[in-house]
């Protein structure tokens, strides 16, 4: 069972418009959730989070929105650039008085900038 | 420099011989996990550990054994390999769990078992 959905394989979006990354999750005890970007041939990196206590959080041109009533997030990239062409990673963490400490990954959306 | 390193970072060997991934991290950080990565899949974590001597299991952890002896080290063990286990692993750390601390990666280490 998927708990953490990235139904979007790729993504083309041309230079300077706007890229949505979109998550949907299912288990109910995720509070937290990050985004990491990954390039090919090296290790993903943090980019983005945003705790269940919030409905957006921003970084430069990175902003993560949340919806918990519907279970979603979505990563904005505003203004999109070639160099953010990768492969990024949804994730979700369940609260520590779960007694869990573990991480699921969503599947990735290829994100294809065009110049 | 702060800094997740894997070892090897390439191996191909063959079903049922024994290998060690060695992960070792310079931050002094608690949590340390390993993952896989595999076509159509994304990451699945498979162990993960909160401190020295404190393992415990991820999404897809059979095949798989882990140690924390040491809090800098976290070697990922495959007592017999079989092919299905061909895969590129990821190890990570952060300074606590993953409430609220992001992980930092290592470059990762393809694995072919034939």
């Known amino acids: 069972d998927q708990q953490v959905k990235q139904n979007s394989p790729s993504l083309s979006v041309q230079e300077g418009r706007i890229s949505i990354l979109n998550c949907d999750y299912t288990?109910?005890?995720?509070?937290?959730f990050l985004w990491y970007k990954k390039y090919p041939a090296e290790g993903p990196t943090f980019l983005i989070s945003?705790?269940?206590?919030?409905d957006k959080n921003e970084d430069g041109r990175f902003t993560v929105f949340l919806n918990k009533s519907a279970k979603h997030l979505s990563l904005h990239i505003v203004p999109s650039q070639p160099g953010d062409s990768a492969v990024y990673f949804c994730?979700?963490?369940?609260?520590?008085?779960?007694?869990?400490?573990?991480?699921?990954f969503g599947k990735g959306t290829k994100l294809s900038v065009i110049p | 420099e702060a800094q997740v390193t894997q070892n090897p970072r390439y191996l191909i060997t063959v079903t049922g011989k024994k290998l060690t991934v060695t992960c070792s991290q310079n931050?002094?950080?608690?949590?340390m996990s390993w993952y896989r990565q595999d076509p159509g899949l994304g990451l699945r974590q498979i162990y993960y550990?909160?401190?020295?001597?404190?393992?415990d299991k991820g999404d897809v952890p059979e095949g798989y054994k882990v140690s924390r002896k040491e809090k800098r080290n976290f070697p990922l063990i495959l007592e017999s390999p079989s092919p299905n286990q061909t895969s590129l692993y990821f190890c990570?750390?952060?300074?606590?769990?993953?409430?609220?601390?992001?992980?930092?990666f290592g470059p990762g280490t393809r694995l072919t078992v034939t």
């Open positions: 990570a750390s952060s300074l606590w769990g993953p409430q609220g601390y992001e992980q930092y």
């Open positions: 288990n109910s005890m995720f509070d937290y």
């Open positions: 945003i705790s269940s206590i919030k």
């Open positions: 994730a979700a963490s369940a609260s520590e008085g779960a007694g869990s400490y573990q991480l699921t």
């Open positions: 931050m002094n950080h608690e949590y």
């Open positions: 550990s909160m401190n020295v001597e404190v393992t």
